[in-house]
């Protein structure tokens, strides 16, 4: 076993979406004339929208990415295929769109602000909605009932804050899933046991050693019901303790493997696996174009792998919309329209067939499964991690935690901690107020 760190540099680049593909402005066009008739009677407000407005929209990239040419040409992809319907809605729309590093995300915006350039929309994950609300950053987005019924109430839960306030409305949905090189895999491992019996057949394995791109493993050994009563400071049983020793044990068994890498972030077990250094790892759906380029027809996803009685539980990300504090009227009432036009079944129908890389929010849009081996992936990643989502939901508010948790789990693959004691370590951290 060994494990992996490199330093990650980001770049601040904004740039404006450029043109769509034939094929996807088809598509688009014709969905938006479908989706006008379900707009008609839910515009917040129609006095003025049609003058010529700029909606400037901030994008913060995952925290496990890096802000490059490529991820780029990704958002771009996706927010052009809503801009094309949109403005054939709204035709004097114009869209300006900057791309942040996560990290970093909050300090830009201070930026934005005292210089009077504040955007009109955020599209950046839950969690980070969240600490901007908190920061005051951004504006509680409005609560419609009927709006907010078309989405699981595990996702709203997940958007609010202590006050009950909502950070951002859901967009799209990034799956957690497995990918494999089929050059050395004919298929995916669909247990843990079938993981580490491809390392022992001399295949590396890599796995990010952060706690989020790990849990799907604590899911396969049955542990999440024990992580969850501890997220919520209730008192475990016997049973539980067993479960969080049998999880933590399979970790540094894993960590004991020779061909088994633990990665200091996901970033670089992506370059490790694109380079063709490792047969399989998780991996976010959102990666799937670029890995595609490296790998081409050799690159194959799968669901990660089940426990012997218990399915894996990946934690599938939020990209919700949020508001910016200082838009005129015209632009809040245009970024309004914008919100519920993405919303949309017909628009995230779209937006799920344009990219297959991401999934609707929107929980009465049905996803044609039998259309594509990866929509049905990406399906079954969604509903693995449904497990995981009340659990999530009681983390996101846990930045005093997460760092805590990632520094045990190190000293765990390491060995530089024992399985009981680092069991005991981890119900502390969990129990463990700010």
């Not at 908190?134 to 504006?139: A, I, M, P």
């Not at 969850?228 to 004991?256: F, G």
């Not at 004691?421 to 129990?431: D, E, G």
Request: one cysteine or more.
């Amino acid at each position: 076993m060994s494990i992996l760190f490199r330093p990650v540099r980001h770049r601040l680049l904004p740039h404006r979406l450029k043109p769509l593909r034939p094929r996807q402005r088809r598509l688009i066009t014709a969905l938006a004339g479908l989706a006008s008739l379900a707009l008609v009677g839910c515009r917040p407000g129609t006095d003025g929208l049609q003058v010529p407005t700029v909606l400037y929209i901030a994008i913060a990239a995952n925290t496990d990415q890096t802000v490059n040419a490529e991820l780029r040409e990704d958002y771009q992809e996706k927010l052009g295929l809503m801009q094309v319907g949109f403005r054939q809605l709204y035709p004097g729309s114009t869209f300006q769109l900057g791309v942040y590093p996560g990290q970093t995300m909050a300090r830009a915006m201070r930026n934005r602000i005292a210089a009077g350039l504040e955007p009109d929309l955020l599209f950046v994950s839950g969690d980070l909605a969240l600490q901007l609300l908190r920061s005051g950053l951004v504006d509680p987005f409005p609560t419609d009932p009927a709006l907010l019924n078309q989405f699981d109430p595990t996702l709203i839960r997940r958007l609010r804050d202590h006050k009950g306030r909502l950070a951002g409305l859901p967009v799209l949905i990034q799956t957690q899933l497995a990918c494999f090189n089929r050059r050395q895999l004919a298929e995916a491992p669909r247990t843990l046991t079938e993981l580490l019996e491809v390392s022992a057949s001399g295949r590396e394995v890599g796995l990010p050693l952060t706690p989020f791109n790990l849990l799907w493993s604590a899911g396969s050994i049955g542990a999440i019901p024990a992580l969850e009563r501890l997220a919520r400071r209730q008192p475990v049983s016997a049973a539980d303790a067993q479960k969080l020793e049998e999880w933590l044990a399979w970790l540094q068994n894993a960590s004991h493997q020779q061909r088994v890498t633990f990665f200091g972030n996901q970033e670089l077990t992506d370059t490790e696996f694109m380079a063709g250094r490792l047969a399989w790892i998780p991996c976010r759906s959102t990666m799937l174009p670029l890995m595609r380029r490296h790998l081409g027809t050799h690159l194959g996803v799968a669901p990660l792998p089940d426990g012997p009685d218990d399915r894996a539980s990946p934690v599938n990300r939020l990209r919700v919309i949020a508001l910016g504090r200082n838009s005129s009227a015209s632009g809040r009432q245009r970024a309004l329209a914008f919100s519920l036009y993405g919303v949309n079944p017909l628009t995230q129908r779209g937006l799920t067939l344009g990219s297959q890389t991401v999934l609707p929010a929107n929980r009465f849009v049905t996803v044609p499964v039998q259309s594509s081996q990866i929509l049905r992936t990406l399906e079954d990643a969604s509903v693995q991690g449904k497990r995981a989502d009340a659990l999530v939901a009681l983390l996101h508010g846990s930045e005093h935690r997460l760092p805590r948790l990632q520094g045990l789990l190190t000293r765990l693959v390491f060995g530089d901690i024992a399985v009981s004691t680092a069991r005991q370590q981890l119900m502390q951290i969990l129990n463990d107020t700010p």
